[in-house]
């Protein structure tokens, strides 16, 4: 047998022991049954012929008359001699006449003369264990010859059980040898299917250490389309997506470092132009005040989002809820962006329905920032269009604000990862590529839904869904 261990060693064990249990089982009942059978089929058959004879010794009422006949019987009438011994006992259990001759005038005082000579109660009685003076293994039946319903004699059957044990025996052999083919078929059916699951399962866990060791992206081949080969699937999928979420990681170290590296080098650029008094011309110096505060800016937002992003991973991320009104808060953000875009050459239009908006329970705080990244966005990505339009509007139970550029619009391709952290596609503008997934991260947590698809005529179109529940009472 070879050397198992682990899974495989446990299945084996268990199947191959459930199953050695029930052929041992078995085989164990069949073999009581059959010598029952085999043993109950002989002993109904000796107490018929001993009761047939006993009916017809009956009529002889003295056992002179009843040995007499004896002789002639057994010469003219009596078959199968060599097979079972024929015995006429007297009222003491005395062997008076045996067909063999050799138990003559012995006295066997086994169980069943006991029970046809008993006085009170005498019947016919059979017997099955080792002769007493031979020690072979016998069934004998003994059936009392009755007069006036006492026991003067007896008739007694006896035969080896030799043979039938043999036969009992060889059959016995037979169902175990047929066991044994069962439970070796068990066996390498098992030991097949076990290697089947416990080598790609080996082969799997081999390529999971790889991707532990850092070969991110590298693939299982799948060969069975079973649960094995989905398990197969998740882990080549998994590993994937680590790859991918490695090749972000690196992309966005080296794009952060970037957007750093830029605001900083004119922060200090102009700071030590400033402080050596390079700089005499006042309008100068406020330009460059300007450049170092609006840098200093840009490097606050970008730290503020990664913090959120941080707060995000690690489950730190909360909201303080309170009633807002949505649409002031909206329109709030929409007045403030509107002067910083007329004086980059971008007109912001707006859009109201009119409809009053119910208090909803949101965190003022995070929609603001959501609704601020995404005019930043709009204004980054899609400002050559030189417009945006925002609007907010009632459907159902649900609040629809809708930011929208006239720029180049989003490659198809690209659409289904904006909102993946790290992620920011094809585009050469400025960013770390994680402020739509903290958007989309502050919507879901309020129980909404943030949309991002290409506009009929061109340009992109941000969507957010928020739940606002019934009209107060009066509005």
């Not at 078995?26 to 029952?36: H, K, P, Q, R, Y």
């Not at 005082?109 to 017997?127: R, S």
């Not at 289904?416 to 952290?421: E, F, R």
């Amino acid at each position: 047998m070879p050397k198992v261990k682990g899974i495989r060693r446990r299945w084996m064990t268990n199947s191959i022991g459930v199953v050695l249990f029930v052929i041992l089982f078995a085989i164990a009942a069949f073999s009581v049954s059959l010598g029952s059978y085999y043993y109950a089929t002989l002993s109904n058959g000796l107490q018929t012929r001993a009761e047939y004879v006993v009916e017809f010794f009956g009529d002889y009422s003295t056992q002179s008359e009843y040995y007499q006949h004896v002789v002639t019987y057994v010469n003219n009438n009596y078959e199968g001699k060599d097979k079972v011994e024929m015995q006429f006992l007297g009222a003491n259990g005395t062997i008076r006449f045996s067909t063999f001759g050799l138990a003559a005038y012995s006295l066997p005082g086994t169980p069943d003369i006991a029970g046809a000579l008993d006085e009170e109660n005498p019947q016919t009685t059979p017997w099955t264990g080792k002769d007493p003076s031979t020690g072979e293994h016998i069934m004998a039946v003994t059936a009392p010859v009755l007069v006036n319903g006492r026991a003067v004699a007896a008739v007694r059957y006896v035969t080896s059980l030799r043979l039938v044990d043999r036969q009992m025996i060889f059959i016995v052999s037979i169902t175990a040898a047929v066991g044994l083919v069962i439970l070796l078929l068990v066996y390498f059916s098992n030991l097949y299917f076990v290697k089947s699951i416990v080598e790609p399962v080996a082969g799997i866990t081999e390529i999971t250490k790889r991707i532990a060791g850092g070969s991110y992206g590298v693939q299982i081949e799948k060969q069975h389309d079973d649960e094995i080969g989905d398990l197969t699937d998740a882990i080549n999928d998994m590993s994937a997506q680590i790859d991918q979420a490695e090749k972000l990681k690196s992309e966005f170290i080296s794009s952060v470092s970037h957007e750093l590296r830029t605001p900083l080098t004119a922060i200090n650029g102009w700071a030590e132009t400033i402080q050596r008094g390079e700089v005499r011309d006042a309008e100068d110096v406020r330009k460059g005040m300007g450049i170092i505060v609006s840098e200093a800016k840009r490097l606050t937002n970008m730290v503020e989002e990664l913090l959120e992003f941080s707060r995000i991973e690690d489950g730190r991320f909360t909201l303080s809820v309170e009633p807002v009104d949505l649409k002031a808060e909206f329109e709030d953000a929409v007045y403030t962006y509107r002067e910083f875009f007329r004086k980059d050459g971008i007109e912001l239009t707006y859009e109201d329905d009119e409809e009053e908006f119910p208090p909803v329970d949101a965190d003022p705080e995070r929609l603001r920032q959501v609704f601020c990244n995404l005019m930043d966005n709009a204004a980054k990505h899609g400002g050559s269009g030189g417009r945006i339009d925002c609007a907010i509007r009632r459907e159902e139970e649900w609040a629809l604000i809708t930011i929208r550029d006239y720029g180049p619009g989003v490659p198809v391709d690209e659409l289904p990862h904006l909102k993946t952290k790290f992620y920011k596609g094809s585009s050469k503008a400025r960013g770390s590529g994680i402020g739509l997934a903290v958007c989309d991260e502050i919507v879901g947590r309020h129980g909404g839904e943030l949309t991002i698809g290409n506009a009929e005529g061109g340009g992109c179109l941000v969507t957010i869904r928020l739940p606002v529940g019934m009209p107060m009472a009066g509005t």
